[in-house]
């Protein structure tokens, strides 16, 4: 048996993926570093940036969205609660489900903290053309969809 022929590296997929892969870790690398000086953390952005969007939807939710386990949620939201960026309040209709809503000064700090986010995406796709974005993002949705459980 020939191993040399049975190695993915001329795999276009293979090879491609592995690009994927370094372009997140890259993006995961300068987005800690560009939220440094907000004194947030990317999981503490993507909270911020679903209440923003959907606000008193519940920590289920949120869990769900995020794609996360709700003891994730639950270690999350207290550190936001005590810099008084986000407000949990109880369900009027279901006392069991916690609402989740930014504070005005949440909501402040998310938009600073997008202005650096957006300037970091711009660098990044500033080499692709907005028809290219669309299928990279196309692709990486069939992506998702193809891995989904």
């Known amino acids: 048996m020939n191993n040399k022929q049975d190695l993915p590296w001329d795999n276009p997929r293979f090879r491609n993926w592995v690009a994927v892969a370094k372009a997140?870790?890259?993006?995961e690398r300068a987005l800690g570093a560009a939220l440094q000086p907000h004194d947030l953390k990317p999981a503490q952005l993507d909270v911020l940036m679903?209440?923003?969007?959907?606000?008193?939807?519940s920590q289920?939710?949120?869990?769900?969205k995020l794609l996360v386990g709700r003891s994730n949620i639950t270690m999350l939201l207290p550190q936001l609660e005590k810099r008084e960026l986000v407000r949990?309040?109880?369900d009027?209709?279901?006392r069991r489900i916690m609402r989740l809503t930014l504070t005005t000064d949440g909501e402040a700090l998310l938009l600073r903290a997008l202005k650096s986010y957006s300037a970091l995406i711009e660098k990044a796709m500033s080499?692709?053309?907005?028809?290219?974005c669309d299928l990279i993002g196309m692709h990486m949705q069939r992506v998702a969809e193809a891995l989904r459980d």
């Open 60 to 64: 289920h939710d949120l869990a769900r």
């Open 24 to 27: 997140c870790h890259s993006m």
């Open 50 to 57: 679903n209440l923003y969007r959907h606000p008193g939807m």
């Open 127 to 132: 080499a692709s053309t907005p028809e290219q």
């Open 92 to 94: 009027g209709k279901d």
């Open 88 to 90: 949990r309040e109880a």
